[in-house]
Structures are given as structure tokens and as C-alpha cells.
């Protein structure tokens, strides 16, 4: 069975080359974020009801992913899910139920604290800190395991590699 390891945060906060270095390092696969090849499909154009469809390709994505010893996830349903809220006010059952029904062996939230990195498809360059904080509470507050990931990327690997060689190897 595949042990599974979402990295998420907020938006250019380093979860993309996080993945990618952790699949690299443990010679496995790393699932993209849908949500980036959806939205270079509309020019960064959407509405509420597109992030239902995002959240459905993710999982499909997911299911269909070749069957590895470990996964590492670049983003999950509490992205959905905080993305829904920020941007709306609210979040869709779909999503909900979705977030409530993942499972990942654990969580490494990245921090913003690198440089921001301009991308069309990103929105929110001065709230990174803001939504950091959305995600932290609400890691905590369904009591998921997560880790706070942060520094240069060799920092944040280490850090990574110490809670998975620690706990779930």
C-alpha cells in the first residue's frame, strides 16, 4: 500500500520544488497540483464552481497515480478548501467532503518565507503569511501530523527527511 505525504501551503510558498526534491531523493513519483494545468487551460480565468471540478480532477489524479511504495502530493483538499473560503466565503460540500475523506500519512505546510515568484496564475502576493495561518489552525485544529517546513530547500529537505526517516521508514 502506498504511504502518501501532502505538501501544501499557501500559494508560492515552495510546495512544487519541495515535491519534486523529495520524489528525486526516495526515487519515486510526486503528483502535480491539477489546479496549475487547469487554469493555464482558461488563462487563470475561473469561478466558484470550477474549483469543484479542480478538486475532482485532483482526485482522479490521485487514483489513477501508479502505485508506488510512497507519494508525495504537491497540494491536497485543505488547499481546496482554504482557496474556496479566502476567495468566496465558503466552500462547497464536494470539497468538504473530499478534505474530511484524504488521507495522508502526514502534512509538511510550507512557509512563505522565501521570495515570492510572479506568476499570472497566482493571486495573492501580499496575504502568503495570512493564509500560512489558515493553514497551520486548521491542521491543528483536525488534529492531522504535520510539519512546518521553512529555510532554503536543502533546509526544508532535511526537515522532511528527518520526520519521514523518523516516522514512517
Not at 1 to 12: L, Q, V
Not at 105 to 111: D, G, V
Request: aromatic share 14%.
Amino acid at each position: 500500500m502506498t504511504k502518501r505525504f501532502a505538501i501544501t501551503g499557501p500559494e508560492s510558498s515552495g510546495k512544487t520544488t519541495l515535491s519534486r526534491a523529495l520524489a528525486e531523493h526516495y526515487n519515486t513519483n510526486w503528483i502535480p497540483e491539477f489546479a496549475r494545468a487547469y487554469l493555464e487551460k482558461t488563462n487563470g480565468i475561473y469561478t466558484e464552481i470550477d474549483l469543484d471540478l479542480i478538486a475532482k480532477s485532483q482526485l482522479d489524479t490521485w487514483k489513477n497515480a501508479k502505485e508506488e511504495a510512497i507519494l508525495f502530493c504537491d497540494t491536497e483538499m485543505l488547499v481546496m478548501k482554504i482557496w474556496s473560503e479566502f476567495k468566496y466565503g465558503k466552500c462547497s460540500s464536494f470539497i468538504k467532503k473530499a478534505f474530511q475523506n484524504q488521507q495522508f500519512e502526514h502534512y509538511f505546510l510550507c512557509r512563505p518565507d522565501i521570495p515570492w515568484e510572479e506568476d499570472p496564475l497566482r493571486e495573492h502576493p501580499q496575504q502568503r503569511e495570512q493564509l500560512f495561518d489558515l493553514y497551520h489552525k486548521s491542521l491543528i485544529e483536525y488534529n492531522l501530523p504535520f510539519t512546518i517546513v521553512e529555510g532554503e530547500l536543502s533546509d526544508r529537505l532535511n526537515i522532511c527527511k528527518n520526520v519521514l526517516e523518523k516516522n514512517h521508514f
